[in-house]
């Protein structure tokens, strides 16, 4: 019922900085957005929260990137932005834009990823 494309990844040099963003396509116009957010996954390691944002705009990040990364979103255009400074090349991971939706329930939605490499 809800779509999620992401954009934005790519290479960079330690230092540097880079924004993703997600939208969300709905099947049907009565379905609500709730939290919206980033997950990452780096080779070997298990997906981890990177940051949520609620529809009230509450936000919760991991101690790693608190500081550095800034989650927003745009509710009329249903899309979520993580904007990256100071990247690491520990952050180096495939990024998962993740939503719960409510249509009748409430359900999880994941997004494709999108690579972020960060050089050393």
């Known amino acids: 019922q809800v779509q999620l494309v992401e954009s934005g990844g790519g290479l960079v040099q330690a230092g540097g900085s880079l924004r993703l963003s997600c939208s969300a396509s709905l099947r049907f116009s009565n379905i609500n957005i709730n939290a919206m957010g980033w997950y990452r996954q780096a080779p070997g390691k298990q997906r981890e929260l990177v940051a949520l944002i609620s529809s009230g705009g509450s936000t919760n990040y991991a101690d790693s990137v608190k500081g550095r990364f800034i989650i927003s979103r745009d509710n009329a255009k249903n899309t979520v932005y993580l904007q990256m400074n100071g990247l690491k090349p520990d952050d180096t991971a495939l990024y998962y834009c993740?939503?719960?939706?409510?249509?009748?329930?409430?359900?999880?939605?994941w997004g494709q990823g999108t690579q972020v490499t960060v050089s050393s």
């Open positions: 993740y939503t719960v939706a409510l249509w009748s329930t409430l359900k999880a939605y």
